[in-house]
């Protein structure tokens, strides 16, 4: 099982720039599936992100293996990308989970678990919001299925409980920083398997169920996102779906400020807002009660210490308060507290407020009906026996201009129940999206899940680890993977180094100067001048050369005492060289972005195909996503300078041939992008590499075409000029030349790909960056962009 997601244009990646991966020694088709009791592999716990790290590319590598293990039907979604895996894996906090690798070292499963955290203000858990299920695929065209409900029931919080739970636990935190946290809700952020998913969660959740509570973590629930493919798996699990929203801020809100002081309060908690300063003449302290402006937390109160002594054990204890959510709220205030600290009389804290939230009157989520082309609200309401004002007023604040009789779309969603039910406006989550991301209003909502952990005692025993063949071991380092790469380097001399004298002129120099004053015309360095002077010193007499020679010699004498100088401090240098680190310099290598490659003969795989394009480029990971390139005919005379050059386009996206591998294997070779679309599946390329020729033809010239090819022109090379997201201006001009005169050959069928779309998955890091002018690749567009943090999976129990 696999899962991820591609991130949607605008998603920013927030990590930091980490080393290149290690590519494995191994083929991933030749792991072999896990078994159900882990027989024959080995359990690794890991407690540290960096072990995650060192395998990063087996991880990469394993879900896309996953993906083409799965059934085609099934597995609708995109495998894991390195991207989010990379982010995930350094923005997380904690960051723990178990791996599973078989007796050689090959990785067969991977989980990693933390502490949810949303960078959304306004968010909230809301399952009966009108909003929350809107894009749910349990929804029916069918009037039955909306009136009796599908025949495949999802497991749903269709009542509401347990989004009211999940909303009433503590959260704290800088959106623009660290995140909000909500230390009661672990997170499954990553998962990947071949055969033992269903294992790797469950030992997740008895770990969780017996871990011992800090003030980071006390964990009584468990969330995740899921795609359509991996909600069974996550619901014979136990997992259910839960409705979770963001309130759309008005533009007054948006232009105010770019950090706006709070939050919109939901409709039915009153506190969901920023800490606001106290007032001066508040008996309480300011400095110590008062958080900063941007900080989001859940309804709080104060407390005053009224006795000394008193702990915050005995202050949980008289407020029926957990401690560790007192701990949680205070230890940026107070960084030694613990649930035992004595504390002074007039100390105030921060308490959680326990606020019951009002029960909604709607009993379970709104039914939604999709529209076919040309339905009106007027005939869904008579088909679902309901009032036809009642339809249109419940629906006009998401559809302004809707009428009774205004014909729809097909695909647009009416809601057809709790039609009193007036709701604030809001949008479905996104998970893993962050403030300054420019894609949350469009991305494709999270399928939110979440599991209520059942905490035990040390006393109860393990069922899931005593269930498994082999010891749960501690980590140990891969041994299947290459070296990391190491980035060129060069020696160069030191700065400081004596500069040598100029050297004496040559007689032929002193002659060629001699004429230039004599004959002023000579000056300008064309070739004929400079023909003209070679042939004026062929054909000078050997005495006048002889003259020449002598002049020279006389006027090197004067060189030889600078030049003996020169040595004498050169060498002295040298010596002082010796005694000093030699000057390393770190050579640029060369962008592969919007690049045709291919595969040096040492690579692990790919042999298969002679070129491949580069979708995606990690610089600092050093890692590239490619497409197989394949021939398909060739030009004809209406590409004047490729006529008769082989025609290369990217194989089918459907085929599943693109490859996960190490930029060091990667050999960038000429090629001309010439029909300058966004399309990369589009796109037709000439390669220009010296091992491509020009395909033969048997059909003579004609006389026309004879009379007009001129002498071979220079070739002048221009990169094509697209980009994924906003094209940037190229800098410099560029030379018009009148394109030369072609051969005509024949030219065969074309034979067109079906039309397909796939997106380029890039990501904005904060270094390496690139230069202005540096082209991205074009867009493979019709891959359905998911959600910045949405997860794929594909089952392979």
Request: aromatic share 8%.
């Amino acid at each position: 099982m696999a899962e991820g997601n591609v991130p949607v244009p605008g998603w920013n990646a927030h990590r930091r720039p980490q080393s290149p991966l290690r590519q494995p020694q191994y083929l991933m088709k030749d792991v072999p599936k896990c078994a159900r009791d882990c027989s024959g592999s080995q359990v690794q716990e890991i407690r540290d992100r960096d072990h995650f790290k060192e395998a990063m590319a087996e991880m990469v590598l394993l879900c896309t293996e996953a993906m083409r293990r799965s059934d085609v039907n099934r597995c609708s979604s995109k495998p894991l990308s390195l991207e989010y895996i990379a982010d995930r894996l350094d923005v997380d906090d904690p960051c723990f989970g178990y791996v599973i690798r078989s007796k050689e070292g090959m990785l067969q499963g991977f989980i990693t678990v933390t502490t949810f955290t949303n960078w959304q203000r306004s968010f909230r858990w809301d399952s009966l919001h009108e909003i929350a299920f809107y894009y749910d695929d349990s929804d029916s065209e069918d009037e039955d299925d909306v009136i009796k409900g599908p025949q495949k029931q999802r497991k749903v919080d269709r009542d509401g409980s347990l989004a009211r739970e999940l909303q009433q636990t503590v959260r704290l935190g800088d959106p623009y920083n660290e995140g909000i946290v909500w230390p009661r809700i672990a997170e499954i952020s990553l998962l990947g398997a071949l055969g033992c998913g269903r294992k790797l969660v469950q030992l997740v959740v008895e770990q969780l169920e017996f871990q011992k509570a800090t003030g980071n973590a006390n964990y009584d629930y468990i969330a995740l996102q899921a795609t359509d493919n991996s909600i069974p798996f996550y619901e014979s699990l136990g997992f259910v779906r839960v409705g979770a929203v963001t309130v759309q801020s008005s533009p007054s809100q948006t232009e105010s400020s770019e950090r706006p002081v709070s939050p919109v309060t939901t409709c039915t908690e009153p506190s969901a807002a920023s800490a606001q300063p106290l007032p001066p003449t508040s008996p309480e302290k300011p400095e110590t009660l008062a958080l900063p402006y941007d900080i989001v937390s859940s309804p709080l109160q104060s407390y005053e210490v009224a006795k000394p002594g008193e702990t915050p054990t005995m202050i949980a204890k008289q407020k029926d308060l957990s401690v560790w959510d007192i701990i949680f709220l205070n230890k940026d205030i107070y960084k030694d507290i613990t649930p035992s600290s004595r504390l002074m009389k007039g100390t105030m804290l921060h308490l959680p407020q326990q606020n019951q939230l009002p029960q909604s009157k709607a009993i379970e989520p709104a039914k939604w009906f999709v529209a076919k082309e040309n339905d009106t609200p007027k005939k869904i309401a008579k088909k679902f026996s309901l009032p036809c004002r009642k339809l249109v007023d419940a629906n006009r604040h998401r559809l302004p201009e809707l009428m009774a009789t205004s014909r729809l779309k097909a695909g647009t969603r009416i809601k057809i129940s709790n039609l009193d039910q007036q709701d604030d406006l809001c949008t479905p989550y996104c998970h893993w999206s962050f403030p300054d991301d420019s894609s949350v209003e469009g991305g494709e909502p999270s399928y939110m899940m979440v599991y209520k952990l059942d905490r035990k005692t040390a006393r109860t025993p393990r069922e899931v680890r005593s269930s498994l063949a082999v010891p749960v071991q501690q980590y140990s380092p891969a041994p299947l993977l290459h070296p990391a790469p190491k980035p060129k380097t060069k020696v160069v001399p030191h700065k400081d180094a004596p500069k040598p004298p100029p050297q004496g002129p040559k007689a032929v120099d002193i002659f060629k100067n001699h004429l230039r004053d004599l004959y002023p015309e000579l000056k300008t360095p064309t070739k004929a001048n400079i023909a003209e002077l070679n042939e004026r010193w062929r054909n000078l007499p050997q005495a006048k050369k002889d003259r020449y020679a002598a002049v020279a010699k006389q006027t090197r004498k004067y060189n030889d005492e600078a030049q003996r100088k020169y040595q004498k401090e050169y060498k002295q240098w040298e010596e002082d060289c010796k005694n000093r680190d030699p000057v390393v310099v770190v050579e640029k290598e060369a962008s592969l972005f919007n690049k045709v490659i291919k595969l040096r003969e040492d690579a692990p795989e790919g042999q298969e195909y002679s070129y491949w394009f580069v979708l995606t480029y990690i610089p600092d990971l050093k890692w590239c996503h490619l497409a197989p390139m394949v021939k398909e005919g060739i030009f004809g005379p209406e590409r004047k300078r490729s006529a008769g050059r082989t025609r290369w386009r990217l194989v089918e996206e459907k085929l599943g041939r693109e490859l996960d591998i190490s930029s060091v294997y990667c050999i960038p070779v000429r090629s001309k992008a010439l029909k300058k679309t966004a399309d990369a599946d589009k796109e037709e390329w000439d390669i220009l590499d010296d091992s491509e020729k020009p395909e033969k033809t048997d059909e003579a010239p004609s006389e026309t075409q004879a009379q007009t090819a001129g002498p071979p022109r220079r070739i002048i090379r221009k990169q094509p000029i697209r980009a994924r997201s906003a094209i940037k201006p190229m800098g410099g001009k560029l030379a018009v030349v009148k394109p030369k005169s072609t051969l005509v050959s024949p030219v065969s069928p074309r034979q067109f790909t079906p039309s397909r779309k796939r997106s380029r998955e890039t990501a904005m890091i904060a270094t390496p960056k690139h230069k202005d002018n540096e082209d991205m690749a074009p867009a493979r567009k019709a891959r359905t962009l998911n959600n910045a943090g949405a997860r794929r999976c594909a089952l392979q129990l």
